[in-house]
């Protein structure tokens, strides 16, 4: 899972509150409370588990698919 400014392309790679979690870009209070969230709530185990069942999406051969295509 990861934690990460939704900026450029990273939002459609994560999805939030499924594969990590999105904060504003520059709202560092924002960031703040997402980690103590994901932490209080304990969302790595479930996280790691959705992008287990989605990491064929997202592999090298699936972008080399896209990239070709």
């Not at 899972?1 to 994560?14: H, L, R």
């Not at 980690?35 to 996280?47: D, L, P, R, V, Y």
Request: charged share 25%; glycine share 8%.
């Amino acid at each position: 899972p990861i934690i990460a400014s939704d900026v450029g392309g990273i939002g459609e790679y994560i999805e939030h509150n499924c594969t990590g979690l999105l904060v504003p870009p520059g709202d560092v209070e924002s960031l703040a409370l997402t980690i103590i969230k994901f932490f209080n709530e304990s969302m790595g185990e479930s996280m790691s588990k959705q992008i287990e069942a989605k990491k064929d999406t997202f592999s090298w051969e699936a972008l080399s698919r896209i990239v070709i295509e």
